[in-house]
């Protein structure tokens, strides 16, 4: 029996940098991570690394090609200076991108064969440019605001974790869904293990979120967080991960995006401060008709909650319906 000796890879070592509560993983999403992944690299770098990776690699394609020519010797191309790494090299190119000025031309069995060989090549190449181009540029991507900062305040008698978003693009995602998870260390039989709870929220669903929603999860007797104050979640290096996903209306494609709140982004006894004001109709004076507006400028405003006083619940139900306004 044919024994395997071959030793699996190692994986690098990834180093989380705590501080304040807040996780940093070093080189987390980070497209330099991606070296190993050519596929990844070449999605994730930014726009300038990835034309510059792209005329790079055609340089350095067209500057092989031309060395191969000139192995070739004289007469391997018709009208070319005999031994310039010029004309070679934009032989190269010319024949790469199928130009054809005619001017030059290959001159013997050796250059037909490295002619073809360059034209698959770049038959190839240009095939997996495209797809690489079009990859990035199809890419869906979620704009969409969350509040800076989470607040704990009462909400119809019970303590209540909010924190709000809204759609940047102000086009409709339909069928928005929002998820809620808290993670935190614990200790089990002297072992730490980092642990996820999902948090149940209000409502977890939008059939149309375009402008405003505000989060709500009640902390009950059935809520992770019930008891836990602000040290425990320092002690605890506690993390709040929202994530909202959906079809946007525009491109027709699922999107979805994520946002992080650690213990020092919660604030307890505060609350969010209304974004919605209504005002009277200026059409007409005489009648009842009223106008409603979100004032965009206090989005990440957060207020203390002075001790008896009750949350605007009206103004929460408001965001929480996705106003519309006209």
Sequence with gaps: ??????????????????????????????????????????????????????????????????????????????NAEPGSFSDAFFFSVQTSASIGYGVMSPGNAYAHVLV??????????????????YARFSRPTAQVLFS???????????????????????NQIVEAQMRLYLTLDEFSDGKMMRRFYELELLRDRNPSFFLTWTALHP???HSPLY????????????????????IDQTVAQAIH????????DILWNHQLKDIIHEVESSQDPD?????RYIDFSDFHTVEEVVEGEV??????????????VE
């Design 219 to 221: 902390i009950n007797s």
């Design 311 to 324: 949350v605007a619940e009206k103004a929460i139900e408001d965001e929480i319906e996705d106003v519309i």
């Design 116 to 133: 073809t060989l360059e034209a698959v090549i770049a038959l190839m190449g240009i095939a997996v440019l495209t797809g690489l181009a």
């Design 287 to 291: 009648s009842d008709a009223s106008v």
């Design 257 to 264: 995006t994520r946002h992080t709140y650690y213990a020092a």
């Design 1 to 78: 029996m044919k024994v395997n000796h071959k030793r699996p890879r190692r994986l690098p070592q990834v180093r989380i940098h705590i501080e304040d509560g807040r996780f940093h993983i070093l080189g987390l999403g980070g497209w330099y991570s991606y070296w190993r992944d050519p596929y990844y690299l070449l999605l994730t770098v930014p726009w300038p690394g990835f034309l510059a990776l792209i005329m790079g690699g055609y340089v350095i394609a067209n500057a092989l090609a031309a060395f191969l020519f000139l192995l070739g010797g004289e007469g391997t191309i018709i």
């Design 148 to 170: 800076k900062k989470a607040v704990v305040a009462d909400f119809k008698g019970t303590p209540t974790l909010m924190f709000r978003a809204a759609n940047e693009r102000r």
């Design 227 to 246: 008891g836990l104050a602000t040290k425990d979640l320092f002690r605890a290096s506690a993390a709040l991960l929202v994530s909202v996903s959906g």
